[in-house]
């Protein structure tokens, strides 16, 4: 991604992936909750993503695992991998990271589950 040179905005803004199984899930950064099961969503061109924190809730009435990572065009970078969540419990990511444009912020869980996710993030858009 090229330095700024012009106006841009810089918004505190949410995203949601319900129900999360043992499927991949991307992010979506446009707004609208991601379709579980998808994980093409990246973050679009010329924006810069900082995640502030990510809240996990087990949904399904039983313990968990679950993996947070990044793929940044040619590798996964595991931010979280194998990580417990007890039945019902709720589990809080809160170190602060970037996302630029192109890359991914994958989820997936140990076994078949229903896990709930919710991204705080800042989307600074220079497009």
């Not at 700024?4 to 707004?31: C, M």
């Not at 630029?100 to 709930?116: E, Q, R």
Request: proline letters at 3%; glycine letters at 8%.
């Amino acid at each position: 991604m090229a330095i700024p040179s012009g106006s841009g905005t810089e918004v505190l803004k949410r995203t949601t992936i319900n129900a999360q199984s043992n499927t991949e899930t991307s992010f979506r950064w446009d707004g609208t909750m991601a379709t579980t099961g998808t994980s093409t969503y990246t973050v679009p061109t010329n924006h810069i993503i900082t995640v502030l924190s990510i809240i996990v809730c087990e949904q399904g009435s039983a313990s968990e695992t679950f993996e947070i990572y990044m793929y940044n065009g040619s590798n996964n970078i595991h931010l979280l991998k194998g990580q417990p969540i007890p039945s019902n419990g709720t589990f809080v990511f809160n170190d602060k990271f970037v996302l630029t444009g192109a890359d991914k912020l994958i989820v997936n869980a140990g076994s078949t589950a229903n896990i709930d996710f919710l991204c705080s993030y800042i989307d600074q858009d220079w497009s």
